[in-house]
């Protein structure tokens, strides 16, 4: 490795490890997110599945303490699928964070990436540069040389 780029290439493996470490981060609320959602899910079709059983069996007679049971649990039931909303609407948050913050990572290696892409061609330049002053150098004193040699001849 050229060791002008040992600093770089430390910041880029520094850089992508922050952005690995984010990416698992950016995962795991994406996991969250989907798990919250699909409990909610499960949720509104369990009260669905609640209200549509009960509500045949309100249709023959009931009695009473059944009914406040039954809106006492739909109260509950409905105050779960509230809950797994706010749930559901906490996780989005998180992901959204999480991918905003992923986006950032890439962009810091996509620039670390960059920047030593500009660095080795700035060395590349100058490696050139250099080895065109050696030639011209050399092409000068060849003619030098053949210079002095055609004047010694006479």
């Known amino acids: 490795m050229i060791p002008e780029l040992q600093p770089l290439m430390a910041l880029l493996e520094q850089t992508e490890q922050e952005r690995d470490a984010t990416l698992q981060q950016q995962q795991r609320a994406q996991t969250e997110h989907q798990a919250a959602i699909a ?4 949720l509104v079709a369990y009260r669905r599945e609640y209200e549509q059983r009960w509500g045949e069996r309100f249709s023959s007679a009931g009695h009473i303490e059944l009914v406040h049971s039954y809106h006492g649990f739909m109260t509950r039931l409905t105050q779960a699928v509230e809950h797994q909303q706010r749930v559901v609407d906490s996780a989005g948050g998180l992901l959204e964070r999480a991918t905003a913050a992923l986006v950032e990572q890439e962009m810091r290696v996509a620039s670390v990436r960059k920047l030593i892409e500009r660095r080795v061609q700035e060395l590349q330049r100058q490696s050139d540069r ?22 010694t001849r006479f």
């Not at 409990?39 to 499960?42: H, N, R, S």
């Not at 004193?141 to 004047?151: D, G, H, I, Q």
Request: proline letters at 0%; charged letters at 25%.
């Open 39 to 42: 409990q909610g899910e499960q």
């Open 130 to 151: 250099h080895e065109q002053r050696q030639l011209d150098e050399l092409a000068a004193r060849a003619a030098w040389n053949r210079l002095a040699a055609a004047v």
